[in-house]
């Protein structure tokens, strides 16, 4: 499928044996098409990484071939690694199979009951985080010390989570209080705690393969049946991860990254961000893809 899925309103497409519930900038949701209210509905999940790319909260044109496929991989092989709850579905013999057009690039999870919050986790000073630090010397109410710069390491890692957007809209920062007032004490408290957890093992592994992981947004829901808090949509993807190359930036070149930065860098160079986006160049789709490829090869060793 092309980057611009095509046939359903959001960019999702007919599957054989699903029908299509929704449409993020990236994935598609698909339920078993069964009758309303059949088990099946409230319990699995079909979730497609299309070849979609966003920036600045802007779905562009064209996509990313294979993208996907390369980040479904990448959350497949992370969850296997993380030592935590998943919404992955052990077991899909319930289940329609994905349709052979998408198998690639599919999950079939649980249906969780999602928090409205992106939990942020940041071991290094970059993007909006740095323009925060500029003008505040914090990150979303978290004081750091004077005199860093752009791209440093952060004395420990720091939460810094954001209230979920609808789609379309900006995602806003948040403070910790925030979360407390939306979620419950103990369930911010246990979102923090999990995503700081999970953000420390993944920065051990990637460096261990000489690979930097600066910060990555993680997404969480509750398990309605037990009530345990679960990982869910991609983890530690190239899309919601800052990965940058080790050896490039002990040398000094901090922008050595494997995510989509070359399409924001590139955006900002060339658009003011009014009006509708221009169309990324062969150029920059080809190398967006290279580097997307080249993380998963250093990852995963695949």
Known sequence: MSGADSGLPGGGVQLEGWRHV????????YEPAAAPGDDLTSKGLLVVASDRVSAFDHVLEPGIPGKGELLTRLSRWWFDRLGVANHLVADASAYPPAPEEVAGRAMLVRSLEMFPIECVVRGYLSGSGWKEYQETQSVCGVALPAGLRDGDRLPEPIYTPAHKAPYG??????????????????????LRSLSLEIYRTAAQIAEARGVILADTKF?????????????????????????WDAAAYDSGERTASFDKQIVRNWL??????????????PAIVEQTVARYRELLERLTGE
């Open 22 to 29: 929704y449409s993020g900038k990236v994935r598609d949701l």
């Open 169 to 190: 809209e900006h995602d806003e920062n948040i403070s910790f209080e925030k979360t407390v007032e939306l979620v419950g004490a103990d369930d911010a408290e246990a």
């Open 219 to 243: 997404e969480f829901g509750r398990e309605p049946e037990t009530g345990e808090i679960t990982l869910a949509d991609e983890v530690l993807t190239s899309d919601s991860s800052r990965y």
């Open 268 to 281: 900002s160079a060339n658009w003011n961000q009014q009006g509708t986006p221009p169309e990324l160049p």
